[in-house]
């Protein structure tokens, strides 16, 4: 057993296993969640991982000892747990370490209805139920009449269930692709659990797209790249299959497969911000007037089409817990991050990397211009991307950057995530990582040539 409190983040648990990480302690967590929820069912879900098996059984165990049933959906993504959490009406954890190398595994919760679950809305009481119920070198006890969790004498049962067919068939029932002409489409599924969606929602034959596979086998090993398609690095095998196959688009998916990348016919990566202005246009076409989320560091160009195309952009910090958390609050239509992921109402306000990708392929299908011709309409400004400076004290440099602007009678400050600088034309925000020693600046500007400027005077500050 590891220490709870290395393992247990703002919004998820995650740690190596087996030393931070053990089936002693997903069976704690197991009873914990069981209790904390107060449900009479609850719903999990399983990546590739060779410890996610193993995990999650122990999971099972806990929460059907506190008399609580499981419903085990199996192999799945992410994303497939939100639609068995929204479509069940379950709480649901899944069991994932997302693009975190293969040493590493953990959960991600959420109440009925794909509601998150983080520190502030039932983690910190999960970890300190389990902190508890690890107190005792004995086995763990089953749950007795007047616990909290099991206040009858039965033990829950754990019923196997398929939801693939279902998670694709609601999807599919999301976004029209009816009439598309046929597309060429590349997607590298870094062997993760794309591998596995990816078939059940795009294959079977009534699609007009002609897919060339890569890395579909499910291995938690990752034995061709990490299958974290935000670093340049591991878009590498998807930019050259797209060019070798002359196809119309590439999409790259992390271990999850609850985030998208996307890569145009010329083997060009694509900014999330732009994909985030695209589906932001269309979901705004059938919910006119509609708020938008977008976080502090995405495009310019984000609030600028979200408004000409008549809706409301509502800009949010970074992280998924404060965008579910505003589009909950405004009923917002649609939310996107830099980071590839992207939020949808008809998707119980959660993210899904496989929808934004039907979004794409729908509005790529339904006219004739190329990718890179489609998507000039969404791209505006040019961008730094995030660079990460390793620091000692993360408040002195950004009081140092802050004193460098504050007099300046051309620029805006504000702290909504970090500081936020914002002059005539361009910006940038610099913030502290929430678990390294780390500060990430990115900058945006008109052309190449002024990004560059500012994103080196900030740098000079800060590695100074």
């Not at 099991?150 to 999807?171: C, K, M, P, Q, S």
Request: with cysteine; aromatic share 6%; glycine share 10%.
């Amino acid at each position: 057993m590891g220490d709870l409190a290395k393992i247990f983040k703002a919004y998820d648990i995650r740690g190596i296993v087996p030393d931070e990480l053990d089936e002693r302690t997903a069976e704690a967590v197991g009873a914990a969640f069981a209790e904390v929820c107060a449900a009479d069912t609850v719903v999990m879900a399983r990546d590739m991982r060779a410890s996610s098996e193993p995990l999650s059984a122990a999971f099972a165990r806990g929460a059907t000892g506190r008399g609580v049933d499981v419903v085990d959906a199996g192999l799945g993504s992410t994303d497939l747990l939100y639609y068995a959490s929204g479509s069940l009406g379950l709480p649901g954890v899944m069991f994932t370490a997302s693009h975190n190398p293969a040493k590493y595994n953990g959960m991600k919760m959420c109440r009925a209805g794909a509601v998150p679950i983080g520190v502030e809305t039932g983690l910190a009481d999960i970890r300190a139920r389990a902190a508890q119920l690890l107190g005792s070198s004995a086995p763990l006890p089953a749950g007795n009449p007047g616990d909290a969790g099991n206040t009858g004498a039965r033990a829950g049962r754990v019923e196997r269930r398929d939801l693939l067919d279902g998670y694709a068939a609601h999807l599919r029932g999301l976004v029209d692709l009816g009439g598309i002409r046929p597309l060429r489409v590349v997607v590298d599924a870094g062997n993760g659990m794309a591998g596995h969606t990816v078939p059940a929602v795009l294959g079977g034959g009534d699609l007009p797209i002609e897919l060339t596979a890569l890395y579909f086998e499910l291995d938690g090993t990752f034995p061709n790249h990490e299958a974290n398609p935000i670093e340049p690095e591991n878009l590498l095998d998807l930019r050259k299959a797209v060019l070798e196959a002359g196809a119309d688009i590439g999409l790259a998916f992390d271990g999850d497969a609850d985030r998208c990348w996307v890569v145009d016919e010329r083997g060009e990566s694509v900014s999330p911000s732009t994909i985030t202005a695209l589906v932001a246009a269309r979901e705004l076409a059938k919910q006119p007037g509609a708020p938008v989320i977008h976080n502090l560091i995405t495009s310019m160009a984000v609030p600028e089409i979200i408004s000409e195309h008549g809706g409301v952009p509502v800009r949010t910090r970074v992280g998924h817990s404060f965008i579910k958390a505003e589009m909950a609050r405004t009923g917002a239509v649609f939310g996107g991050e830099h980071s590839a992921h992207y939020y949808f109402r008809d998707f119980w306000f959660a993210d899904s990397g496989m929808l934004a990708a039907l979004h794409v392929l729908a509005a790529l299908g339904t006219q004739e211009r190329t990718l890179s011709e489609l998507l000039r309409d969404y791209t505006r400004y040019a961008a730094s991307g995030e660079i990460n400076s390793l620091v000692d004290d993360q408040v002195a440099v950004l009081a140092k950057v802050r004193a460098a602007y504050a007099d300046r009678e051309d620029v805006r400050l504000d702290d909504l995530d970090g500081l936020t600088v914002t002059g005539d034309g361009w910006w940038f925000n610099l913030r502290p990582s929430n678990t390294e020693p780390l500060l990430r600046l990115n900058a945006e500007a008109g052309d190449e040539e002024s990004m560059a400027a500012i994103r080196d005077a900030v740098l000079a500050i800060v590695r100074s």
